[in-house]
């Protein structure tokens, strides 16, 4: 015999809530039905012009994505449930908004609505009109707890049993959450999104905000929801102008890659610095002192130089042969074309047709000069026709072409900086502003693999050279041409598939496409209808400019970093997250007003984030430390939870190190979750080595044990984490306590450090183990 839940309890709360959960899903299921019946409606559809190509494109686009969102909201499909003072009918908050055909109330509210803020930020004191906020957990389609907070106090009194204390239960459900072990790849934290976080995300998406807090405080988890916000309240206008979300690394990306998707959201360009300029993936390894020279802002100045002394720059005089006759082009014959050149315009390869006029002006004046010479002195024999036809001579003769492709070469910024930095003499020239001993950082082989700090400074480039117009008008005629070719050919297939007699009258009343368009007429459909989405479009555009730029563990940027990314968000509207205590990069930000000003003036607003949901108390006391030692003027945030188990150190000297590691990497292994070991360079290949003897990889192991080096864990955390050789880590990295501090702040439930010799002293508070 089952018993009735009794009311009040906790399972009463499961119990009432589930025939409104499963008409909740219900709902989603018609709801998805229709959006699947409207796109195969959309794809089934011939259009019969242009227009409806267009339209046919942007329907089946809306209904593939409502798809892949009602997809997305399938698991945690609700989460929240608010009862008002004012309302006898409760509102239920979720991942999706959903409404009952012609109604006018939800019966699911989008936790990103408006109507749904309460349920993050109200509190007894300021209750926003809510008497009980309800978080409601499901597995599948099925309710499995509720915890109730009640906000009015006098209606808790009134209720009894079934309410926790105000706080307590948002309280025990963020515990529940923040305790769970993690499975490599980050997720949405839409059910606990805290009351600090929750205005950072909501806030005005004019102007800069810049989110300023310690390891673990949500920066990244903040940045991301404020993403899918801005997408849903400002849809129309960031699905035509994109948002790009830029991250340290391509690994960070990946780890981050989930979340929005899981939240709905999918048009959305994820990039790192190395992979910001279309088509080219820059990761290859760099000296931070190099990196630090390319992104300076004085980097700017160095390659305008470059590029102006690739522009009718002659040693010596030039001399051209044509048909017997020799004329001397002097530099001050090159200084003309450059001023003339550079008058008709400010960018390098859309200045090249006005070089080449005027060589082919100034040679053909020489000529004719030449040519009709009057042996007696008088005018020149020559008439005005007799010039015209020369100057089609000049301009025919390869000599020619080869001046003008010297004086003023097609230029791509990939070859601008190549040859720049594999000649120690063009460098001397252009970096004056830099010291000899930099000048030779950034001489390197022509040959050398582009790194992330190279992509602003061929950004930088590519904006002094523009497009050469003439290249790229011939490029799209003869497209053009091939489109033609193409749809002729179409046409003609169609033509030729026609039956002469129509056998029905129906079959004759039928429209084929050449009745409606002629090969032109279709050659520019093809040409006007772009199918790509938006972030495709835009991740493939070097001068996409973008509705909205978030940047996270925004501390690493260099100065021609941020140049980069104003230009491409000339509305500077843009959330910038990171702590200027985990800056490891030696061009990176020690202050937030020191990197912005130059490229922001005052215009920037300060956030901060407190509250550390990652990193139990036990360790951040330990960490403290280390950050005192890094000497930024962060302070750490207060841990959110305590766990109990303490941080431990060990003690490995010489060759025991290794295998030390590897052992208490099997043994952390044991426990539930991921492990991050983290390995100064200069021991990363050994413990690598030995982990990997000791604990096989297991390619169907998505939460399988990583050994990293402290920049290749940023941005990351792990339930144990291994920190090999504290001291190494300090030493040799460029902001070495930095990097200690980064480390030490990745775990979310246990903490060992393997250390030779003795451990640094910030490091004691750590529990010795032999
Ligand atoms: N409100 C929340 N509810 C549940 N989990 C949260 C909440 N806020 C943050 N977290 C979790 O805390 C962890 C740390 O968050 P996140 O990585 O965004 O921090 P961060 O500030 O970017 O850290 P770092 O600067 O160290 O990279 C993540 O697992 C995140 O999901």
Redesign the pocket.
Known sequence: MSTAPTAGTPDSGIAAEQPYVTALFDRLDEVRERSVGRLADALALVPHNPQAVGEREASVELHSRRIVALDAAESGLVFGRLDRHDSGTPRYIGRIGLFADGADEPLLVDWRAPAAQPFYTATPLHDQGVRRRRHIRTRGRTVVSVADETLDISAAALEGGGSERGGLAGESV?LA??NAS?TGR??D?V????AE?DRIIRADVRGVLVVQ??????????ALHRAAYLLYTHRERLARSGLLVVGPSPTFLTYIADVLPSLGETGVVLADLGGLRPGLQAHAPEAPEVAEVKGRLAMADVVAAAVKQRQAVLDRPAEITIDGITVRFTKADAARVRSRARSASRVHNEARPAAARTVIELIARKYADKLGENVLGGANLLDQGDVAALRREVSAEPAVHALIDRLWPRLTAERVLRELFASRRQLDAVATGLTEAERGLLHRPPSSPWTPADVPLLEEVDELLGIDESAQRRAEERDRQRRLRDAQETLDMLHGSRSTDAETEDEAEELLAGDLLDAEGLAQRQEETDYRSTAERAAADRTWTYGHIIV??AQELSAMAWRLLVRRCPTRSMTV???VA?TSTLAGATSWAEVLEPHLGRGWQLEE?TVN??TPAEIMAVAAEVLAATGAPASAATSVRSTGVQPWAQRADGDELADAVAEAALELDKEEGTLGVLVPHSRLDAVRAAVAARLPADPGRADAPVVLPPEGA????FDSVLVVDPAAIVSEGVRGWNDLY?VL??A?QRLGVLHPGDLPAELSGLEQRS
């Open positions: 963020l959450a923040l993690r980050m997720t934290i059910r606990t999104i805290q976080q807090g310690g390891p673990g405080t949500g920066k990244t988890a903040v996270d563990e997250v990171g702590d985990q984030l949901y990652r940023k941005g990351l955390e980064v702040t990745r979310t």
